[in-house]
């Protein structure tokens, strides 16, 4: 085994990377399991079939599937998913899909339409991206110090959660980089830094909130997929973010950091937990994603050594025990916005469903990533689904009250599944 991690860091050094990785997982994978390798494009759209069917890609969960949409058509080179994935965002035009929600960036469709402008890959997209990115730009709500944030915070000017990063500052990055809008550029830098300055753990992980608990109060957690938002965020930065950039040195240290961190609380399925300090918590599948989805791009743009790509193997591995060959999802958080008061234990209680509307894109994106890297094919670490069961789909929904901008003055009763029906206010 340790003649075979020697070759491949050799390998790694020589850039051969596609080729050793198919090796690699060849003869050590296999030799300490009998599954079949299943290839990771083949997984990816799985996923993104089955989240395309199964959920609403007008809200923030569905705009994440379809950045991990347009990823995935860029890296297969597909010509029908590029064109599917340019027809459902010109629906977000025609309001035939309704993007809602708390940033302006929704309505546009996500940061996936800003991507594919950025790449040229279609020339229909542009106008769509101008029109929102300046809205955005000049309209959405700030904070005291200058984030942007969701406008129905009882508090706009002082709650921020990290959640913000993933809505911001990928779209702002593509649509300033596409249309050499410095300002937008450096908005999409500061959201994201500056939510790392405030939510930053001694740790070096993050927390999800402030201000949820009283004012200027950051909340305790170390959740899961709130650090997948982080490390979504902060890999674009990384990935597109022109080395000719002031800050990107700044960028890829806080990356070299942030993303080590979080590979010392990798579990042993190679996945991360709902609270990601505790192990006695649930594996949580949407944050893991993410957190995949990042440290490959780590590894690929040497910001993290590689000597850490067997662990970016082995949470794919893992990965698939909660997919299964229908793409079905499991273990993933329903929306979670600092509860309680923001301790480890509010977090570690809260529920997970099978099929939420979160499970989707973060999956597209780990295994696309994967692929993008040279990785073909993956062994699963046991049968594919094999951890999947149907808590969530049997149980009712859980409702409770939630203000919606969208709402237009009414309460929005909203339940796991984002379906809602309003009452008027009393």
């Keep these: 085994m340790k003649k075979q991690l020697i070759l491949l860091l050799l390998l790694l050094d020589l850039g051969a990377n596609a080729q050793f990785n198919h090796i690699y997982q060849g003869q050590v994978a296999k030799a300490d399991n009998d599954s079949k390798p299943i290839s990771t494009k083949a997984i990816a759209k799985l996923a993104l079939d089955r989240g395309l069917k199964e959920i609403d890609l007008g809200i923030y969960g569905g705009t994440l599937l379809m950045h991990a949409m347009s990823e995935l058509a860029v890296i297969q080179q597909d010509p029908k998913m590029l064109d599917h994935a340019v027809e459902l965002f010109g629906k977000f035009k025609t309001k035939e899909i ?6 302006i960036s929704y309505e546009a469709g996500g940061s996936g339409i800003a991507y594919l402008n950025y790449l040229k890959q279609s020339g229909e997209l542009g106008p769509q991206v101008a029109e929102f990115a300046d809205k955005m730009y000049r309209h959405q709500k700030r904070t005291a110090d200058g984030m942007m944030t969701a406008p129905w915070l009882n508090d706009s000017l002082d709650q921020i959660m990290i959640d913000c990063a993933f809505a911001v500052t990928p779209f702002m990055l593509y649509s300033g980089l596409a249309m050499s809008k410095p300002e937008y550029v450096e908005l999409a830098i500061y959201e994201t830094l500056q ?3 405030v939510l930053k753990d001694p740790n070096g992980l993050v927390h999800q909130g402030r201000g949820f608990a009283g004012l200027h109060s950051v909340s305790e957690d170390n959740w899961s997929r709130g650090n997948g938002w982080a490390a979504f965020a902060l890999a ?7 080395d000719s950039h ?7 240290e806080l990356a070299r950091q942030f993303f080590t961190a979080i590979l010392k609380y990798q579990n042993q399925q190679g996945l991360w937990n709902q609270e990601m300090t505790e192990h006695t918590s649930y594996v949580e599948t949407s944050g893991s994603g993410l957190m995949l989805f990042g440290i490959g791009v780590c590894i690929e743009k040497n910001i993290i050594d590689k000597t850490f790509l067997p662990h970016f193997i082995k949470g794919l591995s893992g990965y698939t025990s909660y997919i299964t060959p229908e793409g079905s999802i499991s273990n993933v958080t329903t929306g979670c916005l600092c509860p309680g008061l923001g301790l480890k234990a509010d977090y570690i209680k809260h529920p997970w469903r099978r099929d939420d509307i979160h499970a989707y894109g973060p999956a597209v994106l780990a295994f696309a990533q994967a692929a993008k890297m040279g990785i073909k094919e993956i062994f699963p670490a046991k049968a594919m689904g094999c951890y999947v069961s149907d808590y969530g789909k049997a149980m009712p929904p859980q409702a409770y009250v939630r203000y919606m901008p969208e709402a237009n003055g009414n309460i929005h009763w909203e339940n796991d599944r984002i379906g809602l029906e309003s009452t008027a206010r009393r």
């Excluded at 309704?98 to 940033?103: A, E, T, V």
């Excluded at 674009?236 to 022109?242: C, E």
Aim: charged fraction near 35%; proline fraction near 9%.
């Design 98 to 103: 309704r993007g809602r929600g708390s940033f």
């Design 195 to 197: 939510l790392f300055q």
């Design 236 to 242: 674009i930065l990384v990935r597109d973010l022109p």
């Design 246 to 252: 002031p800050r990107k040195r700044e960028v890829n």
